[in-house]
């Protein structure tokens, strides 16, 4: 696990979405010292040559309210978050109880949104309802050795994702405190439907920030990775993830890099994208599928000079992540800086550029 260590204070959860994207803070975090920025001003902390790389995946309504078969109406409902389609067609998903002991004090949120942690009594074979007449229908965990996330068979006619669409709301924590429309949750980079929650670390770029850079001579490369549910327990390392690298992006980093300019990767999702698809020379190649690649300062990033990232909550993996991208004395200092200036954390919070 990550050396970083903290307790996260009250009142450091971004409960909404900002005014404007782009007009959070962003902490810039060097070997030589950290500084204050806006978001707006990235492009400033970058140099003509560098390539910034970002991810297309866009967020499903991937939270569903359901009830477990068996229970009177009413009595243990559950919010079913779908986390991952598998290539069988099944889905790996979380099932969280819906309590009224959830609800924050003041929340407009009606009790069967709010999913108050996984439940830990699921069967293999037990069926979940859901709306329209829709039944899944639990098989087993999955991964193996967990209680958490469960593989499930969802029949329906033209697809879960198209019903989804219909039926489907944001996933949402109990620290967001009303609902958000889907467009808060969506990147300007968002193209590819197809992950349970936001690769949030692309929020704050706005289409005028993305004009500043191609003006500054900053270049920008797409990668693909779907992320899954981000509810990960402390200490529990992330689930294998769908991911492409095409071919024009691998030259366009294999080049960036020759030249001596950074690859910036744009969040935890981009980075591991990328680096699964590098070698152990450092060249990048077109790769597609899964990957299970684990980033921790026992396996360096590679390729990965530069990181966007949002805030992470005490334990989370992605902690490692950052500390194979940037060592553990600059995210520590990064951390630090950030819990005394009191930056905000989550999808809807402030942001960290790292420059190792």
Sequence with gaps: MSAVAFDLPTGLEASAPP??????????????????????EFGEHLAPGDLVVVNTSAMLPA??????????????????HFATALDDGDW??????????????????????????????????????????????????????QDRLWRASVPIDGGVVPYLR????????????????MDAYRTVFGRDPGSAEMPSAGRPFSTDLV???????????????????????????PQAERFRVDAHTARLVNATRRWGGRVVAVGTTATRALE???????????AAGWTDLVLDPRRAARTVTGLVTG???PGASHLDLLEAVAGPDLVAAAYREALRERYLWHEFGDSCLLLP
Excluded: C, M
Aim: charged share 20%; proline share 10%; aromatic share 4%.
């Design 166 to 181: 219909h039926v489907g709301r944001p996933i949402r924590y109990a620290y967001v405190l009303d609902p958000q429309p």
């Design 63 to 80: 939270a569903v309210s359901g009830s477990r078969h068996g229970d009177r109406a009413g009595n243990r409902a559950v919010v079913v």
């Design 276 to 286: 699964s698809a590098t070698g152990p020379d450092g060249t990048v190649r077109a």
């Design 19 to 40: 005014e404007r994207r782009d007009g959070v803070r962003l902490l810039v975090a060097r070997p030589n010292g950290v500084r204050h920025a806006r978001f707006d």
């Design 92 to 145: 790996v998903l979380e099932v969280r109880a819906a309590d009224p002991a959830g609800v924050p004090a003041g929340s407009a949120k009606p009790i069967w949104e709010v999913g108050t942690g996984p439940v830990d009594d699921l069967r293999r074979g037990e069926r979940i309802a859901l709306p329209h007449g829709v039944w899944l229908t639990v098989h087993a965990p999955h991964p193996a050795g």
């Design 211 to 237: 004009t500043d850079l191609v003006t500054r001579g900053i270049l920008v490369a797409p990668v693909l990775l779907h992320t899954g549910v981000s509810s990960q327990e402390p200490g529990e390392p």
């Design 311 to 313: 805030w992470h909550a």
